[in-house]
């Protein structure tokens, strides 16, 4: 194991939800955030795994902090994480952040149209803002 | 105590509160005085899904039965809704604009969309439906929906 898989990773689990919008912005916004904006320090785990109960990842996020992304109020994202034994640092359901950026409107599921990618990067600035604060104490702009 | 109708299809339980009139959209009218006080019904706000915006016609504005009196827009969809009733809309629920999900939280309730003056209007009310009938046209068009599946 590298020094950096052996860092303190912030989890970001998102909604699980096939064939909902939603649910697609959710992923969306999990992958900028690990692949894009934070990959060294984040880390994807897919809902499934531990709705599975696979403990590699019930382990992950029971030893990080969880950022939970939910496309629906059932919140099975924010659930899973609790019940997983993980702590979660900040939930965010879509639709609240959809309130707050009204000028990009979701439409599409296997391809998000412009407003859902472009609100799935609005959601992934503030997840960064969460994981900078989580990893480094500070909040820094996702682009610096 | 509020008595409700209870409609059970599939796993969806509809409540039809039985205090009050419909229009065939699905809009409640609850006349308080000489002033009616406007919302959705829980069957409309569940078929719907969760509401994200709810723009209610402005304060003043006047209103003769068909117009429409607010856009919603929710998970699923967008819907214009049409005033049930003709008059003036003296109020607007102000959490409309910052927490339209009350509409699907308590539908009768605190997720009232709007108070109506209808002085001048009172037989506006009259092709309203009473609850029971209400109930007996969402309950039909329910079972056809099912049906279909």
């Given at each position: 194991m590298t020094d950096v898989d052996q860092k303190r990773k912030v989890v970001i689990v998102p909604c699980s939800g096939i064939g909902k919008t939603y649910g697609s912005v959710s992923r969306e916004a999990a992958y900028n955030v690990t692949e894009d904006l934070r990959p060294d320090n984040t880390r994807l785990i897919a809902l499934s795994k531990l709705v599975l109960g696979e403990d590699e990842a019930r382990s992950v996020v029971a030893g990080n902090p969880a950022i939970t992304i939910d496309?629906?109020?059932l919140a099975?994202?924010?659930?899973?994480?609790?019940?997983?034994?993980?702590?979660?640092a900040q939930d965010y359901a879509v639709l609240e952040v959809y309130r707050r950026y009204k000028q990009f409107k979701p439409l599409g599921i296997v391809k998000l149209n412009e407003g859902g990618v472009q609100l799935a990067q609005a959601l992934a600035n503030e997840i960064v803002r969460v994981v900078d604060e989580l990893t480094t104490g500070k909040g820094e702009d996702s682009n610096g | 105590m509020t008595d409700y109708l209870e409609l059970r299809v599939d796993k969806f339980i509809f409540k039809v509160i039985a205090d009050r009139l419909y229009s065939e959209e699905g809009l409640w009218a609850m006349q308080e005085d000489r002033h009616v006080r406007?919302?959705?019904?829980?069957y409309l706000q569940q078929r719907s899904g969760d509401v994200a915006f709810a723009e209610i016609k402005p304060e003043g504005t006047e209103l003769t039965v068909g117009d429409e009196i607010a856009v919603i827009e929710t998970i699923k969809v967008n819907i214009s809704l049409t005033s049930p009733i003709a008059g003036k809309i003296i109020e607007v629920n102000p959490m409309m604009g910052t927490s339209p999900d009350v509409i699907n939280r308590d539908p009768y309730g605190t997720g009232w969309l709007a108070m109506i003056d209808i002085t001048g209007n009172e037989p506006s009310l009259m092709h309203l439906l009473e609850a029971r009938a209400y109930y007996s046209k969402i309950k039909l068009e329910a079972e056809q929906e099912i049906n279909k599946k």
């Open positions: 496309g629906c109020k099975c994202a924010t659930k899973m994480v609790q019940e997983s034994g993980g702590i979660i | 406007i919302g959705i019904s829980d």
